[in-house]
């Protein structure tokens, strides 16, 4: 059975910088299109973005755009979130997400797997 293992969450202070990793483990993976989607109390899952593993092609939500980057290495098949920045209504579960599927997309039923999230809290 796959499974995305998150890390790297935490508390910061608005303006400082986190780094999320997810590492897929279990069977062979090959996770094309791999991202981030984060879920703030009381809301919807919010897309924050998504990469092609293997030309590197990314996409970004609106609210990310420009202070987020999403990055992957291939030799220790790890994903990356840097997130700088941070402003309070960063605030939210991030969920590390990978499809066997190679295109890039924002909505979370298009995307086969799922991490266990991990908390990013940003004070202000």
């Known amino acids: 059975q796959v499974q995305l293992v998150e890390s790297g969450g935490g508390w910061v202070q608005a303006g400082g910088s986190l780094r999320l990793s997810c590492a897929p483990s279990?069977?062979?993976?090959?996770?094309?299109?791999m991202g981030w989607f984060r879920q703030k109390p009381g809301k919807e899952r919010e897309f924050v973005g998504a990469?092609?593993?293997?030309?590197?092609?990314?996409i970004y939500g609106e609210s990310v755009m420009g202070r987020f980057t999403i990055s992957r290495d291939n030799a220790k098949n790890t994903l990356y979130l840097q997130m700088d920045g941070l402003k309070p209504e960063d605030t939210a579960v991030y969920y590390c997400?990978?499809?066997?599927?190679?295109?890039?997309?924002?909505?979370?039923?298009?995307?086969?797997?799922w991490g266990q999230g991990t908390q990013v809290t940003v004070s202000s």
């Open positions: 279990g069977p062979t993976f090959v996770g094309r299109t």
């Open positions: 990469i092609l593993w293997g030309r590197g092609n990314t």
């Open positions: 997400v990978a499809d066997p599927l190679e295109y890039l997309r924002t909505r979370a039923d298009e995307y086969s797997y």
